[in-house]
């Protein structure tokens, strides 16, 4: 199984944390490897047979000291407390303070944020599409997580759609200069189509993570759509899987 382990730029051996590919799963086209073997796709809510994203979880839950609190993503703004998470509620990020509780998000294009604090007392992951990043989901993450004791935050970010690939129209680019004139060095016109952007999503995440103080940023350097063979891409696929991005306390 493949997975990515985030690196922090420095040890936080109270921290674990994931993100799971596309391959060395069970599940079959277009959920599958995109080279006739299975995918290892992990969401419940894009068409899949069931039994197979049930054990494509089983196998990553080997990687985890507990099952993971599942959310349902709506490209909102609500953080919830990972260890009262029952079910799956609608929520685009979770956050901890228990060691052995799973926060996890999963993508398909859109960027996966986790985050720990230096001294492993806080972490959280968070699922930043463009409305939920220009919304502010990594404000109130990090909110969430100062109000819990952090002190000194670190952010990952996980594989998303890169700056090539990521085409938008004016009203994503006013959606984010609205809040910040500065973001508008985030968008880079398309000259054979107008009104049409590429934004880098990457660089849009350490602005607003900047603006929060949170100056230790690593990662950022994947593309969903360009790697089918590692990376499930909406973008590119339409119907497709979900990897997840999962982090917790040891």
Not at 5 to 28: D, E, F, K, N, Y
Not at 37 to 46: A, S
Not at 47 to 63: F, P, T, Y
């Amino acid at each position: 199984m493949e997975l990515i382990l985030p690196q922090w730029g420095m040890s936080l051996p109270a921290v674990g944390a994931l993100a799971t590919t596309r391959p060395c799963g069970i599940s079959a086209a277009p959920y599958d490897d995109g080279e006739g073997g299975g995918g290892l796709n992990l969401g419940v809510h894009v068409g899949d047979v069931l039994a197979n994203v049930e054990h494509n979880r089983a196998q990553i839950r080997r990687q985890l000291p507990a099952e993971p609190a599942w959310l349902t993503q709506v490209h909102g703004t609500i953080v919830l407390d990972a260890a009262q998470v029952v079910g799956a509620p609608e929520a685009d990020a979770s956050f901890t303070t228990e060691p052995g509780v799973v926060c996890a998000i999963m993508t398909a294009d859109c960027l996966p944020v986790l985050f720990a604090d230096t001294a492993g007392r806080v972490v959280a992951a968070a699922h930043a599409g463009w409305r939920g990043l220009a919304a502010g989901i990594l404000d109130n993450t990090v909110a969430q997580m100062r109000a819990a004791g952090a002190e000194t935050i670190h952010a990952w970010l996980g594989p998303a759609i890169g700056p090539q690939q990521f085409e938008v129209a004016e009203d994503v680019l006013q959606a984010f200069v609205a809040k910040d004139p500065a973001a508008a060095t985030a968008f880079k016109a398309i000259t054979d189509k107008p009104g049409k952007y590429l934004a880098d999503i990457y660089q849009l995440a350490r602005m607003a993570l900047a603006t929060l103080g949170v100056s230790k940023v690593t990662g950022g350097n994947a593309c969903t759509v360009s790697d089918p063979q590692r990376f499930y891409s909406y973008r590119r696929d339409g119907v497709t899987g979900r990897m997840a991005a999962l982090i917790w306390l040891r």
